[in-house]
């Protein structure tokens, strides 16, 4: 309604002060109204992307895929689909399920309820720029597998987790799909990478701070 009161309003000066709508383009038209043209329609609006089938995921600026990369999701389907926004932003977020029980220079991997015996305390598994998209779902740094590996979060290597981070904000809107349209053309180029299949950390560096600095 407010746009169709300024049109007329337009209209109106247009006719009181003798002005030729001839001389009007219609991108002048558009602007006149703080319009953007078709090719910049929706500019500057971050959205996310996951294909559980191809692994991956795409940030999208508008239409513009500004970040691809591949990914690894849950096992067993454990990844929720659906749609979904950013719920929070943690750059040193540490997992409240999965970690590592310690004492005295001690280190079991297990899950919280694992508790040893006295003494132990529980360190959580590192979650560097974690991204939680549903309550106890995060997007973060973790080994890419070429094949879903997780316990249900999404993982992505160290540079893009970190762009990642910068570029979503609370309330981006994320879409996660067995299948998404950027796979037939963005999605075929990615390259699988190859960290997996370096060596686990060892505990020792796990549980400490230095978990968060790659560099």
């Known amino acids: 309604m407010k746009k169709i009161l300024q049109i007329l309003l337009f209209l109106s000066s247009c006719l009181h002060f003798n002005i030729s709508l ?13 319009k953007d043209n078709k090719n910049n329609y929706n500019k500057g609006v971050i959205s996310v992307k996951v294909s559980l089938n191809n692994q991956a995921l795409y940030v999208l600026e508008g239409n513009k895929v500004i970040l691809a990369s591949h990914v690894c999701t849950g096992k067993r389907d454990s990844t929720p689909t ?5 719920l929070d932003k943690q750059m040193h977020k540490r ?17 919280v309820s694992g508790c040893p015996g006295p003494g132990w305390r529980y360190v959580g598994y590192p979650m560097p720029y974690a991204v939680e998209f549903s309550p106890g779902y995060y997007i973060h740094q973790g080994y890419v597998w070429p094949v879903p590996r997780s316990h249900g979060c999404i993982r992505l290597e160290w540079k893009e987790a970190e ?5 979503v904000d609370r309330g981006t809107p994320i879409s996660i799909k067995k299948t998404q349209p950027e796979d037939k053309k963005v999605g075929k180029r990615l390259k699988q990478p190859k960290s997996y299949k370096k060596p686990d950390p060892s ?13």
């Open 22 to 34: 001839k001389a009007i383009s219609f991108d002048d038209f558009l602007d006149f109204f703080e």
């Open 163 to 167: 762009r990642f981070y910068k570029l």
């Open 82 to 86: 659906g749609y979904f926004k950013v």
């Open 95 to 111: 997992s409240s399920s999965y970690g590592f029980w310690v004492k005295e220079g001690k280190y079991i991997p297990s899950d």
């Open 203 to 215: 505990p020792f560096l796990l549980v400490s701070e230095r978990a968060f600095n790659p560099y």
